[in-house]
């Protein structure tokens, strides 16, 4: 086949024929990754990753192809880098299916962007920047800094849920994560922290951020004040469950509302953000003003 005639196929084809192919060698630490990601509340924001990156990609393709062409100088090379980093991190086992995808998902997510670099060229990869980055959140988090997060989550619900206790009028004595309330004892497990919606909401605030925000610095607040809604959130909810279960009904302890309440309170969250996000827009505007303003 000429040169002429490849470039006259359409130009999804030579992408998705590739992008194929490499999910043989793939297929292992992919199945591996989103078995992890159902089996455990940890990774499940995982399973949904690389669907919002093709949803970003696809409601943005007039922007991110309209100066689409082959590169093969620079995206082969590349392709193969990632193809032999991958061999390179493959051969060397980990003690856990975290470890291993730890080290093998980036350059899996390289010789992607390697072949969209080859099949679209370097001013669309440019321009797609933010749903191939966006991939980089299939990595999953080692487990050692999972369980600090977990902790400090721990940490700052009790402390945040301890004043709504105290504000309430509850009578609440605490000692660590243990919290003695009239006839009830409750504690902070690790599943109280709120680990799960937690990473949920940082990826829902990073897609959010690329949405509506044009700054990285503004972009970068909206992500850290995610921490604070979340304790806030997750202590809101041990405060609500267990005044229910003290005054109302011991039920609620243990009910639907503890076991299948987090969607209800995640979106108490998201409400908070909401105004966050529109003080930052207006303060990227007023910045740009100034700035325009300076000169």
Not at 97 to 109: F, K, T, Y
Not at 215 to 241: A, Q
Not at 266 to 278: F, K, R, S
Request: positive net charge; proline residues 5%.
């Amino acid at each position: 086949m000429s040169l002429l005639s490849f470039r006259s196929m359409p130009r999804h084809l030579p992408f998705l024929l590739v992008f194929l192919v490499l999910l043989v060698p793939f297929w292992q630490p992919l199945s591996m990754l989103f078995r992890m990601a159902i089996e455990s509340d940890r990774y499940t924001y995982i399973v949904f990753v690389p669907f919002i990156s093709l949803c970003v990609f696809y409601f943005e393709r007039k922007a991110i192809l309209s100066n689409a062409h082959y590169a093969p100088r620079s995206g082969i090379p590349l392709l193969a880098f990632g193809l032999i980093l991958f061999w390179l991190l493959k051969r060397h086992p980990s003690s856990t299916d975290a470890g291993g995808l730890l080290r093998v998902m980036p350059s899996i997510i390289l010789v992607w962007a390697a072949v969209f670099l080859l099949c679209y060229g370097a001013q669309s990869l440019r321009a797609a920047a933010f749903p191939v980055c966006f991939l980089l959140l299939m990595v999953p988090i080692p487990v050692s800094v999972l369980n600090q997060i977990t902790l400090g989550l721990q940490k700052g619900s009790a402390d945040v849920s301890y004043l709504l206790f105290k504000i309430s009028g509850i009578p609440v004595f605490r000692q660590g994560f243990r919290f003695s309330l009239p006839s009830v004892e409750i504690e902070i497990a690790e599943q109280c922290s709120g680990i799960r919606s937690s990473l949920a909401m940082v990826v829902t605030t990073i897609l959010a951020g690329h949405m509506f925000l044009r700054s990285w610095w503004s972009k970068g607040l909206l992500v850290l004040f995610t921490v604070p809604v979340v304790i806030f959130k997750n202590s809101v909810r041990i405060v609500v469950i267990s005044a229910l279960g003290v005054y109302v009904n011991r039920a609620f302890l243990y009910g639907d509302l503890h076991r299948r309440g987090g969607l209800l309170f995640a979106l108490l969250g998201l409400l908070i953000l909401v105004p966050a996000l529109a003080v930052l827009q207006r303060a990227e505007r007023r910045f740009r003003l100034d700035s325009t303003s300076a000169r």
